[in-house]
């Protein structure tokens, strides 16, 4: 096992565009890193320099404690498992997980103890002698991360391992390689442009956007504390609302009313004009159905409710608002950013199952006024985050401008192979 000290990395391409942008992060000795961002954000890129599949335009990238900028991939001992298992058709799933270590010249003893120790971590003795076209997506993937698991890497990378499985088995596969990462204590990173992986697997969770790292911190520090509307847009689902605001003292006016918020969080926004609110759909509630005490801290509002989605065991309403032009150019824009997920102009609340609210109500909704967050719709930048416990954005530059600015590891031949799967 190894730390990865990625050291202002950058990496340009031909036409002089960076992919990677000045991203320093530091992941530990057993640690497991998330990069998640939007497709083009430079996630795969950068994983991709780690191993060495990619030249370093400049920076350090530094492994245990060596500069590995001038090693070959197979000189890292990484291992790395691909979106595409990288699997050969041909040979048998004991043989695919052997492969590495026959590669090295690896006994026949040491081989088969390996083989065996990993595909019962992996649970998948009764498929050795099985071949990859005989097996499900999820039964592929586990081959993969034992050909990874029999190598004794420093690390394992991970470059979107579970994109191409069905959303049931996306869900199970996560749990097994949370626990096995666990299980190993091996130092991780793993792609994903999937926010619920990240929140879910990760120790912390480097948020990217167009090359540039956004924010470095634990997922409930990137929930609780987005620095910018980009990752507070990025970072939840159904995703946080966004509404034109104005303070006055400690109250924030919005289009569905106005309700006080804590002063440090007024403070920090007063005389700032047209601001964004953000409010999670997670932090309202039908007021009708509130357990005594809770409301507060907290405000009352009334709305019309034009749809209703009751999903067993929880239910969304659905209020559209007004925004003036600058805020709807603002969300327009974070929606391309953000792959196209569309931020309407509607408030979108989250109410308990037992909430008797209809469509055409005109509902009583309770919000946590502690939880709002107000962002400036110029910059983006989050006026009321609380910086001690917002992880790490980078040092030199303010949001604003940071916005605009296999096998051995695998051969050739695994590769190609995947295409043959």
Sequence with gaps: MAAIE???IVKQYGDGFPAVNDISIDVEDGEFMI????????????LRMIVGLEDITSGDMVIGGKRVNDLAPRDRNLAMVFQNYALYP???VYENIAFPLRLAGASNEEVDKKVRDASKTLELDEHLERKPGNLSGGQRQRVAMGRAIVRDAQAFLFDEPLSNLDAKLRGQMRTEIARLQRRLGITT?????DQTEAMTLGDRVAVLKRGIL???????ELYTNPVNLFVAGFIGSPPMNFLPATVEGSSVKMPFGTVKIPEDRAKRAQGKGLL?????PEHFEDSAVMEPGKATPGSTFKTKVDVVEWLGNQAFAYSPFEAPAEVQQQLLELERDLDG???HTQLVISLDSSSRVKEGDEAE???????????????GDNLTVDESAAGTIPSDTSTAEVADQQNAIATPGEQEAATET
């Design 6 to 8: 990625m050291k202002n």
């Design 35 to 46: 990069l998640v961002g939007p497709s083009g954000c430079g996630k795969s890129t950068l």
């Design 90 to 92: 041909h040979l048998t």
């Design 189 to 193: 990173v793993y792609v994903t442009h």
């Design 214 to 220: 956004q924010q470095l911190a634990t997922p409930r």
């Design 276 to 280: 964004i609110a953000g409010i999670r």
């Design 341 to 343: 997920e569309a931020l």
């Design 365 to 379: 909704i309770w919000v946590d006024s502690s939880k709002i967050h107000l962002f400036d719709p110029v910059t």
